[in-house]
């Protein structure tokens, strides 16, 4: 494909982060005294919003509070790690700016909050390789649905068959790919059971940016 618009997803696919997401459920929950949770519980809440999760967890656990106030100290949990520690996937950066060298509009279609992502993508040095950033938490519905890639087409005035959305969860590469996008799937170690799957659905796959061809 001759990319002319790209959508990135950010953690697991431009930023290493998927280990601080997936330990964020028990940190959190840890923190409300409740050291195990069901399975079935974690794989819920992999497609949802942060206000989705937080509501699971208010009726699962009988937690008091509102979803947002949960939110709201999830976030705090995790801005550490944005602000300091979380690093970008290797060859992300050669990759990436090569593409807006070459003119390709990109943006980052995220679950994480905005200023997340801002402050993450900025001290990392590529914030200003994208034209803007989406997050799921605004427009209040997860990846499972294809909102957020439609978005951002409308707001590239392209057409979801010439943009590249490039992912790494499975769910969410096939709401992409069933919207009808260029998939590019990327490989994470927290995808890895899917991978094989993955690469069938995709038009492309990458497992490590550094060994694109530049």
């Known amino acids: ?116 992502m801002e402050t993450c993508l900025k001290r990392l040095g590529i914030l200003e390789c994208f034209d803007f950033l989406l997050s799921c938490e605004t427009k209040g519905i997860g990846k499972d649905h294809p909102d957020i890639y439609l978005e951002a087409a409308e707001r590239f005035g392209a057409q979801p068959q010439d943009i590249a959305v490039y992912e790494d969860a499975f769910y969410a590469c096939k709401t992409a790919k069933d919207a009808g996008f260029y998939l590019v799937g990327v490989y994470d170690a927290g995808s890895q059971k899917h991978w094989e799957a993955l690469q069938a659905m995709a038009d492309e796959t990458i497992i490590t940016f550094e060994e694109v061809p530049q």
């Open 1 to 116: 494909m001759d990319k002319r618009y790209a959508i990135f997803d950010m953690d697991g696919t431009l930023i290493d982060s998927m280990a601080y997401w997936e330990n964020l459920a028990h940190e959190f929950l840890a923190s409300k005294g409740i050291d195990t949770i069901p399975h079935e519980i974690l794989e819920q809440i992999k497609p949802m919003t942060m206000v989705q999760s937080a509501t699971l967890f208010i009726q699962q656990f009988h937690l008091e509070g509102t979803p947002e106030v949960l939110v709201s100290q999830m976030h705090h949990m995790m801005d550490d790690y944005y602000r300091h520690t979380i690093p970008l996937k290797q060859g992300v950066e050669a990759y990436v700016g090569k593409l807006h060298s070459q003119g390709v509009n990109l943006c980052v279609a995220s679950a994480t909050v905005e200023h997340l």
